[in-house]
């Protein structure tokens, strides 16, 4: 039997960034379908419910298909003729190659790697990726080369592979902190240089990243990369400026949600819940309530009323949030990682 599925996408971007905005946005729209909704399937009427959210969210693109959301997690999107390097093969690094696997993109003989630790390249080479001797051996071996070193390692890095860089590389820095400018000058004028930040849900195809294009990238640079991060996830090319805000709110805010997580777990077990049912619900309550933010496009604030009776339990545990000063403290922590953001990148 069909099951419709409803998918909503939020595009959270500003006017000014003419290549998210309508028309063009639908382009956008039939690429991150093709990852997500597969095969691609046409938007519909909005309900009355969505028109409403519309009106607060101009972007907001709705699509019904007959996908059954259970398999649409294994969808495959179409295989990418592209070789894969990564200089460093730490946590972000098998994030992504494991998350581009999953998603049928690339296979683990399309990846070159290097990491002086060797726990990570045998790691590495247990899901079918080669490990070189070198960067240079990396860049060589590989079309998209991802800079997926620590920030202070980045200018080294680029530095061993400048002398092998062609027109045909694409060089995706995901380091936080680290400017096209430093990029640039590092990987030499004429490098194809894409700055992303993604999160690690990209393992699970639910990254949320943003880009910037510098040096010699191109509209090909930018669409190779976008294909690569919409088939595990959502992307947005955003001045580079807004990067560091990248960085403090989607960047390092698995942390924030994971943190969330465990606390909620906690106090279901402070209330009396086995340990790994209170983990289990705190964890399907935040992956529904997102999917209730996505999928209907209605504020949150909203959504959070729908919950909400009155002299009822649910605004009892909201007064207690309120009381802690919970809203400000999660403003807080994205105010503070953007600004670690930037001192970075003047570092
Ligand atoms: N972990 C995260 O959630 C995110 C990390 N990032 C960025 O990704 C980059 C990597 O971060 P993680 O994966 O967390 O760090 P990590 O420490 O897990 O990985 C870095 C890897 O680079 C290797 N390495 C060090 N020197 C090297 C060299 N000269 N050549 C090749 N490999 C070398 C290390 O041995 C290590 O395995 C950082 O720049 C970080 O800012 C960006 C978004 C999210
Ligand atoms: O904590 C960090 O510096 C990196 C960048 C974003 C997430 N993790």
Not at 275 to 283: G, H, K, S, W
């Amino acid at each position: 039997m069909l099951q419709i599925f409803r998918g909503v996408f939020a595009r959270s971007v500003g006017p000014a960034r003419q290549n998210l905005a309508l028309p063009a946005a639908n382009k956008a729209f039939s690429a991150a379908s093709a990852a997500i909704c597969w095969p691609p399937v046409p938007a519909v009427k909005l309900t009355e419910q969505q028109a409403k959210s519309r009106a607060h969210f101009p972007n907001l693109i709705v699509v019904e298909s007959a996908a059954n959301p259970d398999t649409m997690a294994t969808a495959t999107a179409p295989a990418l003729n592209k070789r894969i390097g990564f200089l460093g093969s730490g946590q972000m690094a098998e994030a992504l190659a494991r998350g581009l696997m999953k998603r049928g993109l690339v296979s683990g003989e399309h990846i070159a790697c290097n990491d002086p630790n060797p726990a990570r390249t045998n790691l590495f080479k247990s899901f079918g990726a080669t490990p070189y001797e070198s960067n240079a051996d990396v860049a060589r071996n590989a079309d998209v080369i991802f800079v997926a070193v620590k920030p202070q390692h980045v200018a080294q890095v680029l530095s061993e592979v400048r002398p092998v860089l062609t027109e045909g590389h694409t060089v995706v820095s995901i380091a936080a902190g680290i400017t096209i400018d430093k990029l640039v000058e590092a990987a030499g004028p004429d490098a194809h240089v894409v700055r992303v930040m993604p999160n690690t849900p990209c393992l699970v195809g639910e990254t949320a990243a943003a880009m910037c294009l510098g040096g010699k990238a191109n509209a090909d640079d930018e669409t190779l990369v976008r294909t690569i991060f919409e088939a595990v996830g959502k992307i947005y090319t955003v001045d580079e400026k807004l990067l560091a805000a990248v960085t403090g709110l989607s960047g390092s805010g698995p942390a924030y949600v994971f943190l969330m997580i465990e606390a909620l777990a906690d106090g279901g077990v402070r209330a009396g819940l086995p340990r790994d049912i209170a983990q289990a619900l705190a964890a399907q309550t935040v992956l529904g309530s997102a999917k209730m933010v996505m999928e209907t496009g209605t504020h949150p604030g909203a959504l959070k009323d729908m919950v909400t009776s009155p002299a009822g339990t649910t605004i009892a545990g909201v007064h207690e949030l309120e009381r802690a000063g919970i809203r400000a403290a999660f403003m807080n922590a994205v105010v503070a990682a953007t600004d670690r953001a930037n001192q970075l990148s003047k570092m």
